[in-house]
C-alpha cells in the first residue's frame, strides 16, 4: 500500500514537474526551409546538434520556404499559424515584415554574442536588411559555363559581359525569368556605372534601356524559373552559360564532375535567414528563441560552411570555415573581386512596376 | 348513460361532418386533417430526410468550393484597407483637388500624421504601403521608412516641454490631466477604439479605463485623440495599464498643435498649471510644420501624384484590380489603358484561350481513334490499352513534363534522333520546348486522358450494328462512319472538350515548366500574383474574368451544341 | 427442291465453312440453294451457326472456305455495300441521330439518287408499312412495333432483291409479333422479295416460311417446307425442336417395307415408321406427336399395339386438355385431346391404354 501511494506520489510530481517546463517551451518545433542540399546543411550543422542537447523536441520540416509568404498570410488569415521558424532570402523577409506577418526583433537580445565578443549587431552587420530578418549565410547568383563548349582559341569567359556577346561566345544562356539581376547586368553592361545602376533602373529610361541590352541576347535565352534548371540545363549541354545560385553550380562541379566553369564577375549577393511568425504563443517562441540563440552563433554558422558552399552571415564566423570550402566561397577574395549587393529597398518599390514591363517584354 | 353509448353519435356525427366536407370543403385525411396538409407533412419529412442524407456534402461543397469563389470575387473589389488605416486622412482629402498641381494643406498632413503614428504602431502603415505601391512605383518605402521616422518630431517636442515641466513625459501625469474632472467624455475614446478596431481587423473588446473629461476635450481636441489612440492601444493591445505607460509621441505633436489655439487661462483641471506654463513657453518652442516634416523623411510626400493616388483608392471599393487585369488603369484622371510596354494580360487571355482551343483540338485528333480502338477491340487486349491509357494518371504531373523536356529539348532524344536519321543537321536543332510547341504537345500529353474516357464510354454505347446497317445500306466505310457513327459520338466529343478545354485554361505548372515565354498561360501569372507578388486582388480579379470567360463559352456551348448533348458515359 | 446448286438458284451456298479461332467451326460445310422470290427461315437453337450465315450472307463475316453465289455471282470478295442486300437488324438499328425520313433516305443519297426522287421512294416506302405520318419524328419517339416498320421500310426503300432479318421481332409482345409476322411475309409475297430470316421462335418460322431451314451444330438438320418438317421430320433434333414430342426409346424387333416394330426398353412392343433405322438391332428413339396419341380405342386399327398408362396430371387449355401420362416407364409422356363434348375428363391416377397409327409414330435414331 504505502509503495503503491509512493509511487503515484513520484509520478504526479514527475507530471506536474513535467507540465511546467511543458508550459516554459513547447516540444515541438516546425521549421520551414528550402528541402535539398541547403537543408542538409541545416540539419547537420545546428538541428541536430541540437536535437541531441534537447532529445525532449521533435523537429517537423517543411519544405516550403518557395511559396512562404503566400503561405503565412493565408496561415494569417485563417488565424492559425503552424510553422514557428521560416527560412526565406531576404527579399520575401522584407514583405513578411511589411505585412506584419514576421515578428520584429533584438539583434542584441535574441543572438549570441560572437565568439570573439563583438555583439550580435555588429557582427552582423548591414546583413541584417531588415528588423525581422535574421540572416545565416550570404549566397550569390552567378554564372557557370560549359567548359567544353568555349569556342576554340578564345579564353574562358570572365566578364559579365561576355553573356551579352553572342559572337564571342555563341551558344544559349539561361537567366531567371524575372527581371531581378538580369536588368542590373544588363545595364552595367551597357556602360552604366556599378554604383549608378539603380538610379538608372529607377527611370522609365534606364529600364527600356536594360530591356533594350536583353533584347540582343532574346532569341538565345532559355528563362528558367526554379534553381534546379540551370544546372540541368548546363549538364545537358543544352545552354553554353547560365545564372544560378552559386551552391547548385558547386554540386555540378565538385559533386557530379560536370564540365562547367564558375564565372565570378559580378555576382549578385544575396541573403538567406530566418524569420519568425508573428503570433507564435509564448511556449513555442520560447522554444524558437531558445534555438535560435543556438543556431546562428559564430561556430554553427561557421559549421553549415562545412556542408555547402554558402558563405556565414557573422563576420566572426568566417575564420573557421574549413579552408578547402574557403575558395568556394562567395565571399573569398579570390572570388569577389568585382560584386554586387542586391538592393532590397529598390526591389520592394519597383518590383510590381518592373516586372510588368519585364513580362510585357518576354511575352513580345 | 354510460360512456359507450355517448361516444356513438358523436362519432357518427363526426364522419357525417366529414361526408359533408368531403362533398363541399378540402379532401380530409383518415385523422381529419386536411388531406393537403397531411400529404404535405409527408413530403416534407421526405424531403428532410434526403437533405439531412446531401448535407455532408452540401456543407463540404459550400466550405471548401462556394465560399472561396465567393471570397476570391470579393477580393477582386476590396479595398477598404486605404480608408481603414487612413480614416481622417481619407475624409480630409475629399476637399482637395489634384489638379491644381498643389500637394494638400497642412490641415491633410496633421490628420495623416496622427492616421500613420496609430497604423505605424499596429504596423498596419506597411501593408497599406504595399498596397498603394500596386498603383504607383515606390510608395512602399514611403511608407517604411516615414514610419520609423515618426517619433523623432514628438522627441523633439518633448524635450522642450520638458524644459517647462520634468513631468511632462511621465504616464500618470498625462493620465491626470487627460482625464481631468467633471463629466467625461467616453465618446471619444470609442471612437477610437473603432477606428482602431477596423484598421487591425481585431473587435479590440474591454476596458480602457480612461475617459477624457469634457472640458479637456474641448479645450485640446487632438492631443485627446492622440492619447486616446495611445490609451485603446496600451490597454487593448498590449493590455498594460493606461496610466503607467508614457505616452506616445504624437501626444506631445497633437499638444503643441493645440497649445496655439487653445485658451488655457480659465482651465481649472489636474495640472492646469503645467499646462499653463507649458502655454507660456510655447513661443521659444520651434513648431516644425507637419508637412515640411514629411517632404524631409521623403521628398515625393509633398507630390501631388502621391495624394491623387491615395484619393482614387480610398473608396471602400474598387474596380481597380478589373482595370489592372484587362490592362487598364485607373487613375487620378479617371480610366487609362496601361503604356504599351505594361500591356500583357489580354494578350495572356487571347493566349491562353488559342492554346485551350489548340489543346482541346490536338486530343479530339489524337484521343478520338485510341478511344474508338478502346470500345472495338476484344476485352483483352482494350484491358491493356486501357492501362496505357490511364498510366499517365498514375505518374507524378511533375515527372510526365520534365520527361517531354528530355524528349524535346535540343540535346534531347527527339533532336538525337533526327539527326541520327540524317534528317535534321546537328547545327539547327528543332526548337520543340520552352515554346508554344512545346506547351501543347506536354498538356496535349497530360490531358489526352480526358478526352479519351468520355468518348470511350460513349462509343462503349453505341453499338456495332449501326455501322453494319449502314454499310448494308449501301455507305461506304467511310460514309458509314461519317455519317452514322461519327455524329454518335459528339456527345463524347463534347464532354472530353469541355473537360480538357477547362482544365487546360487553368493549367499552369507544365506551361511554366515547358511554356519558355511564349507558351505561359494567364493562371501562370494568377499564381505569380498569389505566391510571388502578392497581389491577391490582381489575381482575384484575372481569376474571376477567366471563370467569366469559361462561364461564357459553357453558355456559348451550350447554345450551339446543346448542354444535354453531352455524355461522360 | 433441289439441295445443291443450279442455274435457277438466286442465293447458293457451296461447302461453306466458318471458323472463328481456327480450332472449332461454327458453321460445317454448308450447302444451301434457294430460288428468286423464295421465303426462306434459318431457324435454330443459338449457338447453331444460323447467324453467323446470315452475317456470311450479308458481307460482315467471309467464309472460312467455300463459295457464297448471289444471283450466280460469287460475292466471298465484294464488300457488304456492294451486296445491295437489304437487312433488318435484331435492334433494327435505326440511327438515332436522323429522322425516320432521314433514315429512309439514306441508302438512296449513299446511291446518289436525286432529291425528288428519293423524297418519292421514302413516301412510298414509309406508306408501305402504314408510317407515312412519321417522317419526321425520331426513332426514340416511335413504340417497338412502329421502329420495326420504319427498319422494314428502310431494309426496302432501295429495292433490294434479297433482304436479310435477323431475329427482326424478337423484341416485341406477342400479339404485335403476330401482326408483324403477317405483314412481313405478306410484303415480301407482294413485292416478290427474296428473304433470309432467322429467328430461334419455331412457331415463326412455321408461319411465316415458304421453307425451313433447321440449323444444329453448324449444320442444317433438315431444309423442308414447314408442314414437312413438322410431319415428317427427318431426325430425332428436329424432331424434338420442332413443335411438341414424346420421345420414346427401344430396339427395333423387325423391319418390313414402311413399318417396323420396336421393343421398348420396358418391353412393351410398338408399331412405326422406320426413317433412319435400318435393321433389326439398332436403337431409337420413337417420336409420336401428342395430339396423334389416341386414347380411344374405337379410332385404332385392328390389333393396333396398346400401352398402358397412368394418369400423372390433366391441364385444361380451353381448346384442349393436355395430359401428362407415365408410359413405358417415362413420367413426361404428353397427350393433347380436343375439348370435344363427349372427351372424358382424367383423373390423376387413373390408369388409361393409348395408342397410335403407326405412320405416326416415326422411328428416329438414336
Same mark, same amino acid.
Given at each position: 500500500? =504505502?509503495?503503491?501511494?509512493?509511487?503515484?506520489?513520484?509520478?504526479?510530481?514527475?507530471?506536474?514537474?513535467?507540465?511546467?517546463?511543458a508550459?516554459?517551451?513547447?516540444?515541438?518545433?516546425?521549421?520551414?526551409?528550402?528541402g535539398?542540399?541547403?537543408?542538409?546543411?541545416?540539419?547537420?550543422?545546428?538541428?541536430?546538434?541540437?536535437?541531441?542537447?534537447?532529445?525532449?523536441v521533435?523537429?517537423?520540416?517543411?519544405?516550403?520556404?518557395?511559396?512562404?509568404v503566400?503561405?503565412?498570410?493565408a496561415?494569417?488569415?485563417?488565424?492559425?499559424?503552424?510553422?514557428?521558424?521560416?527560412?526565406?532570402?531576404?527579399?520575401?523577409?522584407?514583405?513578411?515584415?511589411?505585412?506584419?506577418?514576421?515578428?520584429? /526583433?533584438?539583434?542584441?537580445?535574441?543572438?549570441?554574442?560572437?565568439?570573439d565578443?563583438?555583439?550580435a549587431s555588429?557582427?552582423f552587420?548591414?546583413?541584417?536588411?531588415?528588423?525581422?530578418?535574421?540572416?545565416?549565410?550570404?549566397?550569390?547568383? +552567378?554564372?557557370?559555363?560549359?567548359?567544353?563548349?568555349?569556342?576554340?582559341?578564345?579564353?574562358?569567359?570572365?566578364?559579365?559581359?561576355?553573356?551579352?556577346?553572342?559572337? !564571342?561566345?555563341?551558344?544559349?544562356?539561361?537567366?531567371? =525569368?524575372?527581371?531581378i539581376?538580369?536588368m542590373?547586368?544588363?545595364?552595367l553592361?551597357?556602360?552604366?556605372? =556599378?554604383?549608378?545602376? /539603380?538610379?538608372?533602373?529607377?527611370?522609365?529610361?534606364?529600364?527600356e534601356?536594360?530591356? @533594350?541590352?536583353?533584347?540582343?541576347? !532574346?532569341d538565345d535565352?532559355?528563362?528558367?524559373?526554379?534553381?534546379?534548371?540551370?544546372?540541368?540545363?548546363?549538364?545537358?549541354?543544352?545552354?553554353f552559360?547560365?545564372?544560378?545560385?552559386?551552391?547548385?553550380?558547386?554540386?555540378v562541379?565538385e559533386?557530379?564532375d560536370?564540365p562547367?566553369?564558375?564565372?565570378w564577375?559580378?555576382?549578385?549577393?544575396?541573403?538567406?535567414?530566418?524569420?519568425?511568425?508573428?503570433?507564435l504563443?509564448?511556449?513555442?517562441?520560447?522554444?524558437?528563441?531558445?534555438?535560435?540563440?543556438?543556431? +546562428?552563433?559564430?561556430?554553427?554558422?561557421a559549421?553549415?560552411? !562545412?556542408y555547402?558552399?554558402?558563405?556565414?552571415?557573422?563576420?566572426?564566423?568566417?575564420?573557421l570555415?574549413?579552408?578547402?570550402? =574557403?575558395?568556394?566561397?562567395?565571399?573569398?577574395?579570390?572570388?569577389?573581386?568585382n560584386?554586387?549587393?542586391?538592393?532590397?529597398?529598390?526591389w @520592394?518599390?519597383?518590383?510590381?512596376?518592373?516586372? @510588368?514591363k519585364?513580362?510585357?517584354?518576354?511575352?513580345? | 348513460?354510460?360512456?359507450?353509448?355517448?361516444?356513438?353519435?358523436?362519432d357518427m356525427g363526426?364522419?357525417?361532418?366529414?361526408d359533408?366536407?368531403?362533398?363541399?370543403g378540402?379532401?380530409?385525411?383518415?385523422?381529419?386533417?386536411?388531406?393537403?396538409?397531411?400529404?404535405?407533412?409527408?413530403?416534407?419529412?421526405?424531403?428532410?430526410?434526403?437533405?439531412?442524407?446531401?448535407?455532408?456534402?452540401?456543407i463540404?461543397?459550400l466550405?471548401?468550393?462556394i465560399?472561396?469563389i465567393?471570397?476570391?470575387?470579393?477580393?477582386?473589389?476590396?479595398n477598404d484597407?486605404?480608408?481603414?488605416?487612413?480614416?481622417?486622412?481619407?475624409?480630409?482629402?475629399?476637399?482637395?483637388?489634384?489638379?491644381?498641381?498643389?500637394p494638400?494643406?497642412?490641415?491633410?498632413? #496633421?490628420?495623416?500624421?496622427?492616421?500613420?503614428?496609430?497604423?505605424?504602431?499596429?504596423?498596419?502603415?506597411?501593408?497599406?504601403g504595399?498596397?498603394?505601391?500596386? #498603383?504607383?512605383?515606390?510608395?512602399?518605402?514611403?511608407?517604411?521608412?516615414?514610419?520609423?521616422?515618426?517619433?523623432?518630431?514628438g522627441?523633439?517636442?518633448l524635450?522642450?516641454?520638458?524644459e517647462?515641466?520634468?513631468?511632462?513625459?511621465?504616464?500618470?501625469?498625462?493620465?491626470?490631466?487627460?482625464?481631468?474632472?467633471?463629466?467625461?467624455?467616453?465618446?471619444?475614446?470609442?471612437?477610437?477604439?473603432?477606428?482602431l478596431?477596423?484598421m487591425?481587423?481585431?473587435?479590440?473588446?474591454?476596458?480602457?479605463?480612461?475617459?477624457?473629461?469634457?472640458?479637456?476635450?474641448?479645450?485640446l481636441?487632438?492631443?485627446?485623440?492622440?492619447?486616446?489612440?495611445f490609451a485603446?492601444?496600451?490597454?487593448?493591445?498590449?493590455?498594460?495599464?493606461?496610466?503607467?505607460?508614457?505616452?506616445?509621441?504624437?501626444?506631445?505633436?497633437?499638444?503643441?498643435?493645440d497649445? #496655439?489655439?487653445?485658451?488655457?487661462?480659465?482651465?481649472?483641471?489636474?495640472?492646469?498649471?503645467?499646462?499653463?506654463?507649458?502655454?507660456?513657453?510655447?513661443?521659444g518652442?520651434?513648431?516644425?510644420?507637419?508637412?515640411?516634416?514629411?517632404?524631409s523623411?521623403?521628398?515625393?510626400?509633398?507630390?501631388?501624384?502621391?495624394?491623387?493616388?491615395?484619393?482614387?483608392?480610398?473608396?471602400?471599393?474598387?474596380?481597380?484590380y478589373?482595370?489592372?487585369?484587362?490592362?487598364?488603369?485607373?487613375?487620378?484622371?479617371?480610366?487609362?489603358?496601361?503604356?504599351?510596354?505594361?500591356q500583357?494580360?489580354i494578350?495572356?487571355?487571347?493566349?491562353?484561350?488559342?492554346?485551350?482551343?489548340m489543346?482541346?483540338?490536338?486530343?479530339i485528333?489524337?484521343?478520338?481513334?485510341?478511344?474508338?480502338?478502346?470500345?472495338?477491340?476484344?476485352?483483352?487486349?482494350?484491358?491493356?490499352?486501357?492501362?496505357?491509357?490511364?498510366?499517365?494518371?498514375w505518374?507524378?504531373?511533375?515527372?510526365?513534363?520534365?520527361?517531354?523536356?528530355?524528349?524535346?529539348?535540343?540535346?534531347?532524344?527527339?533532336?538525337?534522333?533526327?539527326?541520327?536519321l540524317?534528317l535534321?543537321?546537328?547545327?539547327? &536543332?528543332l526548337?520543340?520546348?520552352n515554346?508554344?510547341?512545346?506547351?501543347i504537345?506536354?498538356?496535349?500529353?497530360?490531358?489526352?486522358p480526358?478526352?479519351?474516357l468520355?468518348?470511350?464510354?460513349v462509343?462503349?454505347?453505341?453499338?456495332?450494328?449501326?455501322?453494319?446497317?449502314?454499310?448494308?445500306?449501301?455507305?461506304?466505310?467511310?460514309?458509314a462512319?461519317? &455519317?452514322?457513327?461519327?455524329?454518335?459520338?459528339?456527345?463524347?466529343?463534347?464532354a472530353?472538350?469541355?473537360?480538357?478545354?477547362i482544365?487546360?485554361i487553368?493549367?499552369?505548372i507544365?506551361?511554366?515548366?515547358?511554356?519558355?515565354?511564349?507558351?505561359?498561360?494567364?493562371s501562370?501569372?494568377?499564381?505569380?500574383?498569389?505566391?510571388?507578388?502578392l497581389n491577391w486582388?490582381?489575381?482575384a480579379?484575372?481569376?474571376a474574368?477567366?471563370?467569366?470567360?469559361?462561364?461564357?463559352?459553357?453558355?456559348?456551348?451550350d447554345?450551339?451544341?446543346?448542354?444535354?448533348?453531352?455524355k461522360?458515359? | 427442291?433441289?439441295?445443291?446448286?443450279? *442455274?435457277?438458284?438466286?442465293?447458293?451456298?457451296?461447302?461453306?465453312?466458318?471458323?472463328?479461332?481456327g480450332?472449332?467451326?461454327?458453321?460445317?460445310?454448308?450447302?444451301?440453294?434457294? %430460288?428468286k422470290?423464295?421465303?426462306?427461315?434459318?431457324?435454330?437453337?443459338? $449457338?447453331?451457326?444460323?447467324?453467323t450465315?446470315?452475317?456470311?450472307?450479308?458481307?460482315?463475316?467471309?467464309?472460312?472456305?467455300?463459295?457464297?453465289?448471289?444471283? $450466280?455471282?460469287?460475292?466471298?470478295n465484294i464488300?457488304?455495300h456492294?451486296?445491295?442486300?437489304?437487312?433488318?437488324?435484331q435492334?433494327?438499328?435505326?440511327? %438515332?441521330?436522323?429522322?425516320?425520313?432521314?433514315?429512309? *433516305?439514306?441508302?438512296?443519297?449513299v446511291?446518289?439518287?436525286g432529291?425528288?426522287?428519293?423524297?418519292?421512294?421514302?413516301?412510298r416506302?414509309?406508306d408501305?408499312?402504314?408510317?407515312?405520318?412519321?417522317?419526321?419524328?425520331?426513332?426514340?419517339?416511335?413504340?417497338?412495333?412502329?421502329?420495326?416498320?420504319?427498319?422494314?421500310?428502310?431494309a426496302?426503300?432501295?429495292? %433490294?432483291?434479297?433482304?436479310?432479318?435477323?431475329? %427482326?421481332?424478337?423484341?416485341?409482345?406477342?400479339?404485335?409479333?403476330?401482326?408483324?409476322?403477317?405483314?412481313?411475309?405478306?410484303?415480301?409475297?407482294?413485292?416478290g422479295?427474296?428473304?433470309?430470316y432467322?429467328?430461334?421462335?419455331q412457331?415463326?418460322?412455321?408461319?411465316?416460311?415458304?421453307?425451313?431451314?433447321v440449323?444444329?451444330?453448324?449444320r442444317i438438320?433438315q431444309?423442308?417446307p414447314?408442314?414437312?418438317?413438322?410431319?415428317?421430320p427427318?431426325?430425332?433434333?428436329?424432331?424434338?425442336?420442332?413443335?411438341e414430342?414424346?420421345?420414346?426409346?427401344?430396339?427395333?424387333?423387325?423391319?418390313?417395307?414402311?413399318?417396323?416394330?420396336?421393343?421398348l426398353?420396358? $418391353?412393351?412392343?410398338? *408399331?412405326?415408321?422406320?426413317i433412319?433405322?435400318?435393321?433389326?438391332?439398332?436403337?431409337?428413339?420413337?417420336?409420336?406427336?401428342?395430339?396423334?396419341?389416341?386414347?380411344?380405342?374405337?379410332?385404332?386399327?385392328?390389333?393396333?399395339?396398346?400401352?398402358?398408362?397412368?394418369v400423372?396430371?390433366?391441364?385444361?387449355?380451353?381448346?384442349?386438355?393436355?395430359?401428362?401420362?407415365?408410359?413405358a416407364?417415362?413420367?413426361?409422356?404428353?397427350?393433347?385431346?380436343?375439348n370435344?363434348p363427349?372427351?372424358?375428363?382424367?383423373k390423376? $391416377?387413373?390408369t388409361?391404354?393409348?395408342?397410335?397409327?403407326p405412320?405416326?409414330?416415326?422411328a428416329?435414331?438414336?
Open positions: 500500500m =504505502k509503495l503503491t501511494k509512493t509511487l503515484l506520489a513520484g509520478t504526479a510530481l514527475a507530471m506536474t514537474a513535467g507540465v511546467a517546463s508550459q516554459d517551451m513547447a516540444n515541438d518545433m516546425t521549421i520551414v526551409s528550402w535539398g542540399a541547403y537543408q542538409s546543411s541545416q540539419l547537420k550543422a545546428y538541428v541536430e546538434p541540437y536535437l541531441e542537447m534537447h532529445p525532449e521533435s523537429v517537423t520540416w517543411d519544405e516550403s520556404s518557395n511559396e512562404a503566400a503561405k503565412l498570410r496561415m494569417n488569415e485563417a488565424g492559425n499559424i503552424t510553422w514557428d521558424l521560416v527560412d526565406v532570402v531576404a527579399a520575401d523577409a522584407i514583405r513578411l515584415c511589411d505585412e506584419g506577418l514576421a515578428m520584429e /526583433y533584438d539583434p542584441d537580445e535574441l543572438l549570441a554574442e560572437g565568439d565578443g563583438t555583439s555588429d557582427d552587420g548591414d546583413l541584417i536588411v531588415s528588423d525581422c530578418y535574421i540572416p545565416q549565410i550570404v549566397y550569390s547568383t +552567378t554564372f557557370g559555363y560549359r567548359t567544353d563548349m568555349v569556342p576554340e582559341g578564345v579564353d574562358a569567359p570572365s566578364n559579365i559581359c561576355d553573356v551579352f556577346d553572342l559572337e !564571342k561566345y555563341p551558344g544559349k544562356r539561361a537567366l531567371e =525569368k524575372r527581371p539581376n538580369n542590373e547586368w544588363a545595364l553592361c551597357d556602360g552604366v556605372a =556599378k554604383d549608378e545602376v /539603380y538610379d538608372v533602373l529607377a527611370t522609365p529610361e534606364g529600364q534601356q536594360a530591356l @533594350a541590352k536583353l533584347d540582343t541576347i !532574346k535565352v532559355i528563362w528558367w524559373s526554379a534553381g534546379a534548371d540551370t544546372p540541368q540545363l548546363l549538364a545537358d549541354g543544352e545552354v552559360m547560365g545564372s544560378t545560385y552559386n551552391g547548385r553550380l558547386y554540386s562541379i559533386e557530379q560536370q562547367v566553369g564558375m564565372m564577375d559580378a555576382q549578385v549577393y544575396d541573403l538567406d535567414g530566418w524569420i519568425i511568425p508573428e503570433g504563443d509564448e511556449a513555442h517562441l520560447a522554444r524558437v528563441k531558445d534555438f535560435i540563440m543556438f543556431a +546562428t552563433d559564430t561556430q554553427r554558422l559549421d553549415q560552411a !562545412k555547402i558552399s554558402y558563405g556565414p552571415a557573422r563576420a566572426s564566423s568566417a575564420p570555415v574549413p579552408e578547402e570550402m =574557403k575558395q568556394h566561397m562567395p565571399t573569398d577574395p579570390a572570388n569577389a573581386e560584386t554586387f549587393l542586391y538592393n532590397y529597398e529598390f @520592394a518599390d519597383y518590383r510590381d512596376d518592373i516586372d @510588368a519585364f513580362q510585357s517584354w518576354l511575352a513580345q | 348513460m354510460s360512456d359507450t353509448t355517448q361516444t356513438g353519435p358523436i363526426n364522419s357525417a361532418a366529414n359533408t366536407a368531403e362533398k363541399k378540402p379532401m380530409l385525411a383518415a385523422d381529419g386533417t386536411p388531406l393537403k396538409r397531411s400529404l404535405n407533412r409527408a413530403l416534407r419529412r421526405q424531403k428532410l430526410r434526403a437533405l439531412a442524407l446531401i448535407a455532408p456534402l452540401l463540404f461543397v466550405l471548401t468550393f465560399a472561396p465567393a471570397d476570391m470575387l470579393f477580393r477582386s473589389v476590396e484597407i486605404v480608408s481603414n488605416t487612413l480614416p481622417t486622412t481619407t475624409e480630409a482629402l475629399e476637399g482637395w483637388d489634384h489638379t491644381t498641381g498643389e494638400p494643406s497642412e490641415a491633410v498632413f #496633421e490628420d495623416f500624421y496622427f492616421d500613420l503614428f496609430l497604423a505605424s504602431e499596429a504596423k498596419e502603415h506597411t501593408k497599406l504595399t498596397r498603394l505601391n500596386y #498603383e504607383k512605383t515606390g510608395v512602399s518605402s514611403m511608407f517604411r521608412s516615414t514610419g520609423r521616422g515618426l517619433d523623432d518630431i522627441d523633439d517636442y524635450d522642450a516641454l520638458e517647462t515641466d520634468e513631468r511632462w513625459g511621465d504616464g500618470d501625469f498625462w493620465y491626470a490631466l487627460m482625464s481631468g474632472t467633471g463629466t467625461s467624455a467616453p465618446e471619444v475614446v470609442e471612437a477610437r477604439r473603432k477606428a478596431a477596423r487591425s481587423g481585431d473587435s479590440l473588446s474591454g476596458d480602457v479605463g480612461f475617459a477624457p473629461s469634457n472640458s479637456i476635450a474641448t479645450l481636441p487632438t492631443t485627446v485623440r492622440a492619447y486616446s489612440d485603446v492601444y496600451t490597454a487593448l493591445v498590449d493590455g498594460d495599464v493606461v496610466a503607467e505607460e508614457d505616452p506616445w509621441e504624437s501626444v506631445y505633436v497633437g499638444l503643441i498643435s497649445l #496655439e489655439e487653445a485658451n488655457v487661462d480659465g482651465y481649472t483641471g489636474p495640472e492646469a498649471d503645467a499646462l499653463k506654463a507649458a502655454k507660456a513657453a510655447l513661443p518652442i520651434e513648431q516644425v510644420s507637419l508637412k515640411s516634416f514629411f517632404q523623411e521623403d521628398k515625393d510626400w509633398v507630390d501631388p501624384s502621391v495624394w491623387a493616388t491615395i484619393q482614387t483608392y480610398s473608396p471602400k471599393y474598387t474596380s481597380g478589373f482595370l489592372n487585369a484587362i490592362d487598364m488603369q485607373l487613375t487620378p484622371d479617371g480610366i487609362e489603358m496601361r503604356p504599351e510596354n505594361q500583357i494580360y494578350m495572356l487571355f487571347k493566349r491562353t484561350l488559342f492554346m485551350s482551343m489543346i482541346m483540338g490536338s486530343c485528333l489524337l484521343g478520338y481513334p485510341v478511344a474508338w480502338l478502346l470500345a472495338n477491340l476484344p476485352s483483352k487486349s482494350a484491358n491493356l490499352l486501357m492501362i496505357l491509357v490511364l498510366l499517365p494518371f505518374t507524378s504531373l511533375l515527372v510526365r513534363t520534365s520527361a517531354w523536356k528530355v524528349m524535346l529539348q535540343q540535346q534531347g532524344v527527339i533532336n538525337d534522333v533526327l539527326v541520327w540524317g535534321v543537321s546537328d547545327g539547327d &536543332r526548337v520543340m520546348i515554346n508554344q510547341f512545346g506547351t504537345v506536354a498538356m496535349t500529353h497530360i490531358l489526352l480526358f478526352m479519351i468520355p468518348l470511350y464510354s462509343m462503349q454505347t453505341i453499338p456495332p450494328t449501326y455501322l453494319r446497317a449502314a454499310k448494308s445500306l449501301g455507305a461506304t466505310n467511310w460514309t462512319f461519317w &455519317r452514322v457513327y461519327f455524329p454518335q459520338s459528339v456527345p463524347g466529343i463534347g472530353g472538350s469541355i473537360l480538357v478545354f482544365l487546360s487553368g493549367y499552369y507544365t506551361p511554366e515548366i515547358v511554356g519558355g515565354t511564349t507558351g505561359t498561360f494567364i501562370n501569372r494568377i499564381a505569380y500574383h498569389i505566391s510571388s507578388s486582388g490582381l489575381g480579379a484575372l481569376g474574368i477567366l471563370l467569366a470567360c469559361v462561364l461564357i463559352l459553357y453558355w456559348a456551348y447554345r450551339i451544341v446543346g448542354i444535354d448533348n453531352v461522360l458515359g | 427442291m433441289a439441295s445443291t446448286s443450279d *442455274s435457277e438458284a438466286f442465293v447458293a451456298f457451296e461447302r461453306v465453312q466458318k471458323s472463328y479461332d480450332e472449332t467451326l461454327v458453321v460445317k460445310d454448308l450447302n444451301l440453294s434457294m %430460288p422470290g423464295e421465303f426462306l427461315t434459318m431457324l435454330g437453337p443459338s $449457338g447453331s451457326g444460323k447467324t450465315c446470315l452475317m456470311m450472307l450479308a458481307g460482315f463475316e467471309t467464309a472460312t472456305h467455300g463459295e457464297i453465289m448471289l444471283d $450466280g455471282t460469287p460475292i466471298n464488300p457488304p456492294k451486296r445491295g442486300i437489304g437487312m433488318v437488324f435492334n433494327y438499328a435505326l440511327f %438515332p441521330h436522323m429522322t425516320v425520313g432521314e433514315n429512309l *433516305s439514306f441508302p438512296l443519297e446511291r446518289k439518287i432529291k425528288s426522287e428519293r423524297e418519292k421512294k421514302v413516301m416506302a414509309l408501305m408499312v402504314q408510317m407515312g405520318d412519321f417522317a419526321n419524328r425520331r426513332p426514340a419517339q416511335l413504340s417497338g412495333g412502329q421502329q420495326q416498320r420504319i427498319a422494314l421500310a428502310r426496302l426503300v432501295f429495292e %433490294p432483291e434479297l433482304v436479310l432479318m435477323d431475329e %427482326p421481332l424478337g423484341a416485341l409482345d406477342k400479339q404485335l409479333r403476330e401482326h408483324m409476322q403477317f405483314e412481313i411475309t405478306r410484303l415480301a409475297h407482294e413485292l422479295i427474296t428473304t433470309v432467322v429467328t430461334h421462335d412457331t415463326e418460322a412455321l408461319t411465316m416460311s415458304d421453307r425451313v431451314a440449323f444444329n451444330d453448324g438438320q431444309l423442308a414447314p408442314d414437312t418438317l413438322y410431319e415428317e427427318e431426325n430425332s433434333f428436329v424432331a424434338q425442336f420442332i413443335g414430342n414424346n420421345t420414346l426409346e427401344g430396339t427395333v424387333k423387325e423391319i418390313s417395307g414402311k413399318t417396323c416394330t420396336v421393343q426398353d420396358g $418391353g412393351e412392343l410398338i *408399331s412405326a415408321r422406320p433412319n433405322v435400318t435393321k433389326p438391332g439398332d436403337r431409337t428413339r420413337v417420336s409420336i406427336r401428342p395430339e396423334r396419341v389416341e386414347m380411344n380405342k374405337e379410332r385404332l386399327q385392328e390389333g393396333a399395339h396398346l400401352l398402358k398408362a397412368e400423372m396430371e390433366f391441364i385444361y387449355m380451353g381448346d384442349i386438355f393436355r395430359t401428362r401420362l407415365r408410359v416407364g417415362r413420367d413426361d409422356f404428353i397427350v393433347k385431346t380436343r370435344a363427349d372427351q372424358v375428363r382424367l390423376r $391416377g387413373e388409361v391404354e393409348i395408342g397410335w397409327l405412320e405416326d409414330c416415326r428416329l435414331e438414336a
